[in-house]
């Protein structure tokens, strides 16, 4: 039997584990709160996000949601942390990190700051609610579980992402317009700086 039987064997087995483990937490309190979180999180996003630009908010959402999987199959893999309980029996935090708590926050902040320096310090706050307050809970339900790891390293390594992340996506946009100033026909006009739709100013406009 060569290495690559031997991983298939042992992923295989790892996988029964998983399972096993999956159907042990479903319905439970802690399955449910995890559930409920991410209902509550995608509904307040849906209210406050600016659908008039949900591409380009949805595509600095995307940046962000790729590198969480990516990090969060790397830190997993490494064994630097592990999650007991699991909306799903496969991949890890899917729905509760990667993909809803942590690209739906910074989707708001990238909405509604539009200079550099307002969007750093949301960032920064942010990143702190969620390292410094979130996964502290998440550990304390016993949800998450770190071996090798400290709620600082995710502090950082965020806020860099984040800022990286919108520097790509603005250079993307002053790009695409400098083409499309060009094209005379084109109907499309991206903008150079984030979307922003203060709070309340749909709900002022219809009152007026």
Not at 187 to 205: E, F, I, V
Request: with cysteine.
């Amino acid at each position: 039997m060569d290495i690559i039987d031997m991983i298939h064997n042992s992923t295989f087995e790892l996988w029964g584990y998983q399972l096993t483990e999956w159907h042990m937490n479903l319905f439970t309190a802690r399955w449910w709160l995890i559930i409920v979180s991410i209902a509550i999180a995608y509904g307040l996003w849906w209210k406050y996000v600016d659908k008039r630009h949900l591409t380009q908010i949805l595509l600095f959402g995307s940046f962000i949601a790729v590198f969480r999987l990516i990090m969060d199959d790397a830190g997993s893999s490494a064994a630097l942390w592990g999650y007991s309980v699991k909306p799903l029996p496969f991949g890890q935090a899917l729905f509760l990190n990667d993909l809803t708590i942590v690209p739906l926050g910074f989707m708001l902040v990238y909405q509604y700051c539009r200079s550099w320096k307002k969007f750093f310090l949301w960032t920064v706050i942010i990143e702190a609610a969620y390292s410094f307050l979130l996964l502290p809970m998440l550990v304390k339900f016993d949800i998450l579980r770190l071996y090798n790891w400290q709620y600082y390293y995710t502090f950082f390594i965020m806020i860099i992402v984040a800022s990286v992340m919108r520097a790509i996506l603005l250079t993307i946009l002053k790009i695409e317009q400098k083409h499309e100033l060009g094209c005379s026909n084109s109907s499309l006009t991206p903008l150079m700086q984030p979307a922003m739709k203060p709070l309340g100013k749909d709900n002022k406009n219809q009152k007026e």
